[in-house]
């Protein structure tokens, strides 16, 4: 598909130890799952998860979708008895209007304005009135603070609220959770638990836009 795939292709077999086995990855991994496990209340509803790569949080959805023929491979694995697909997310092939939740983690940061639209645009299709979409991205507030300019496709991406409601006006925010204000993971861990708590309070302050990433629910209008 292109070269972000590619790269998932040679990770996949190694994508969980590689990325959710050190400081940094178990300390998000448990406050992404955490916010899932809030906001996935309803057990009758129908979740996509998109794009699930290795599966990690397969567990909340029934069905996922992947541009990864090895992240499939290695996720169909873990959870023989789910729905899982090769497919671009900008195109699923899933019926119009049949789906309650997408979730997508750690997705929406290797893209650009164009790919995130068209994305956007088949999570319209696909969901349900009222159906939600429950992603992550980077904050370009934080980020315009801290003057971070990288721009490659690993991370590159980042977005305000304002920005994310003009990409697609069939969607409202509905809510938003902060995440790492406070980095965490370089603090030293005897000091850690202190500095979690006060993360937690800053991170969904008013300051929240301006915790390093964002979970934004979306709901269709
Ligand atoms: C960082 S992984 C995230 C996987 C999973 N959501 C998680 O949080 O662990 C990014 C995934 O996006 C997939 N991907 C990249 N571009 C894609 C596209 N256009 N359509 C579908 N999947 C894509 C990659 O194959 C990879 O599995």
Excluded at 162 to 170: A, D, F, G, P, S
Aim: aromatic share 10%.
């Amino acid at each position: 598909m292109d070269e972000i795939v590619d790269y998932y292709d040679e990770l996949a077999k190694t994508y969980d130890s590689n990325r959710f086995e050190n400081t940094y990855g178990t300390f998000i991994d448990k406050q992404e799952r955490a916010i899932l496990q809030l906001l996935l209340t309803h057990s009758e509803e129908l979740v996509l998860d998109m794009p699930c790569g290795s599966g990690r949080f397969l567990n909340f959805a029934q069905l996922g979708i992947d541009g990864s023929k090895e992240m499939v491979r290695v996720s169909q694995g873990k959870f023989p008895g789910k729905t899982i697909s090769h497919a671009d997310a900008a195109q699923t092939g899933i019926d119009d209007h049949t789906i309650d939740t997408i979730i997508s983690f750690h997705f929406f940061m290797h893209l650009n304005e164009e790919k995130m639209k068209q994305i956007l645009q088949e999570c319209d299709r696909i969901l349900k009135p009222k159906g939600r979409i429950i992603f992550d991205i980077p904050s370009a507030k934080r980020r315009k603070l801290l003057r971070y300019n990288r721009t490659n496709w690993h991370g590159g991406f980042s977005l305000t609220n304002k920005e994310i409601r003009e990409l697609n006006t069939h969607f409202d925010i509905h809510r938003t959770y902060g995440l790492l204000f406070v980095p965490i993971h370089r603090i030293p861990k005897r000091l850690r638990s202190i500095f979690i708590s006060i993360d937690r309070v800053l991170s969904n302050s008013f300051l929240k836009e301006y915790s390093s990433y964002q979970i934004i629910e979306l709901v269709k209008k």
